[in-house]
């Protein structure tokens, strides 16, 4: 069974600050993650993904891999409220799967 | 900009009902999914499609099934609807399948 793993949150920050949201993944085959943000009575929209081991920088938001680990972390960097949303972590297995595993997410609050 | 819609927003049915929830997509994705999205139980895929009339279960496929005629419409029906399948339902379609674009839902209500 796939599991991706993530705290329920919340998880609150104060404005500015940086926001770090942890994932962990138990199938070792996982090749690419993806990080997608959900708003309060919205649906899902992708923000980063990540494929290869390191950081992967975009604006304000930093995704980290260490497939060694089977971690992966999103951050943000100078939180803002309007980042105040659930985080939702995916994993795909590659070439031939055609499914994104979830994690349940993560509810982040910043706090103004 | 990725336009991906749904038949309604909100939808209320009586148990035993036949239910269709139908969603359409613009991008020409090949990938087109379904999953229903539960406070506790996170995103879970209902069915999913990789072509015109091809589909694949999911993990929880029970209670429902699926059509797709077009490449951009994927249809999920529910033969009889229960109350355990009051949820919201998402559709999503892809080129490649991580990068899923999102509708905006409907809530499904059984009563």
């Known amino acids: 069974q796939k599991e991706v793993e993530q705290n329920s949150g919340p998880l609150s920050v104060p404005e500015g600050a940086i926001a770090s949201l942890n994932c962990t993944y138990s199938?070792?085959?996982?090749?690419?993650f993806f990080w997608y943000r959900q708003y309060s009575g919205k649906s899902p929209e992708l923000i980063m993904f990540?494929?290869?081991?390191g950081d992967k920088e975009d604006g304000r938001f930093t995704a980290q891999l260490n497939k060694a680990s089977q971690y992966v972390s999103l951050l943000i960097r100078d939180s803002q409220p309007s980042d105040s949303a659930t985080y939702l972590c995916a994993a795909h297995s590659g070439a031939g799967s055609y499914q994104l595993t979830f994690g349940k997410g993560t509810k982040l609050s910043v706090i103004p | 900009d990725v336009k991906v819609t749904q038949s309604s927003r909100y939808l209320v049915k009586r148990t035993g009902e036949k239910v269709f929830l139908e969603c359409v997509q613009d991008m020409d994705h090949e990938n087109m999914f379904w999953y229903r999205q539960d406070p506790g139980l996170g995103l879970r895929l209902i069915y999913f499609?990789?072509?015109?009339?091809?589909?694949e279960k999911g993990d929880i496929p029970e209670g429902y099934s699926v059509s797709r005629e077009k490449k951009e419409r994927f249809s999920l029906i529910l033969e009889s609807a229960s109350t355990n399948q009051t949820s919201m339902y998402l559709c999503a379609s892809s080129f490649t399948v991580g990068e899923q674009y999102f509708g905006p839902g409907t809530r499904l209500t059984v009563t």
């Open positions: 499609s990789y072509d015109v009339k091809m589909k």
């Open positions: 199938d070792r085959g996982s090749q690419s």
């Open positions: 990540i494929y290869s081991n």
